[in-house]
């Protein structure tokens, strides 16, 4: 038996085959157990009952399956549900499901703690511990979807790059779960029911456009006054709006999809006539729709909900120049579920 164990989903299915063929069987069963690994989710090589029980051995003594674990699952009133997922290395993510009347909607992390240090995020103060494997973002997707049809009896059928992390701060293994996710080989979804949401670094922005990328793009902004935002959001400093808008323009040029901006009103901050004045300009340079959302406090309760007439003056001004806004109302407040809550807490 060998000492380290390679992680098996690191490997292409070219390389599965490869490696088959080296220990003298035939390609084929590279096929067979990529198939048990990415469609069929197994846990353990004991679960790939068509394979021989010497093939399974061999697979046993070469590789690992490091399968997430579901720690806790917590069940809101609303249906709303979130797993506390162990990693192979003992460290713990979070990922909601959040069911509607019409879709069901899996929001997952992509990073244990967060590279960035957003002021209204309880993930903000767990710091970034390590990037997730292709295979902890696909397993996340999995366990929803297994949550999804058995307490509401139906498949999955949205995901949302909304958890812990930024997910362009871990964007090659985003597009390798993401990959596995649509691929035909995997669980066959639809890209046009992912959205990856980042909270704006132009430069990858900019990658996603030339790579040709087939799911949708939210940007979580909170503001368009550059001094409003670098407090709340300090990297903005670094990444300042006018770089954003011309990562923007750019996504719009080659993908000739619209954006979705994530915007959250909060009392004494970005209540104020300029903060609407300076976003309704912001979602003129690129076709969009906004998503006002509800603010969920974390503890201190240094940034509160604004007031209903501060978001009723938002909604009038973005509809009064024809820009498509929805209100988002907090689901799983109750267990700690909603935007900006998951910090491990469960
Ligand atoms: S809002 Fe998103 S990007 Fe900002 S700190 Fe929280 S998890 Fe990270």
Redesign the pocket.
Known sequence: MKDNKKDIRALTKEQLRDFFVKNGDKAFRGNQVYEWLWQKSAHTFEDMTNISKETRQMLEDNFVINHIKVDTMQRSNDGTVKNAVRLHDGLIVESVLIPTKTRTTACVSSQVG?????K??A??RLKRMRNLNPDEIFDQVVAIDNESRLYHNRPLSNIVFMG???PLMNYNNVIKAIDKITSTDGLAMSPKRITVST?GVPKMIRKMADDDVKFNLAV?LHSAIDEVRTKI?PFNETFPLKDLKEALEYWYLKTSRKISYEYVVWKGINDKQGDIDAFVKFCKYVPCKVNIIEYNPIDDGEFQQASNDALENYITALEKNRIVVNVRRSRGKDIDAAC?QLANKS
């Open positions: 967060c590279s960035l240090d957003c209204f995020c993930t903000a812990m992390g930024e909270s979580s959001m900006g």
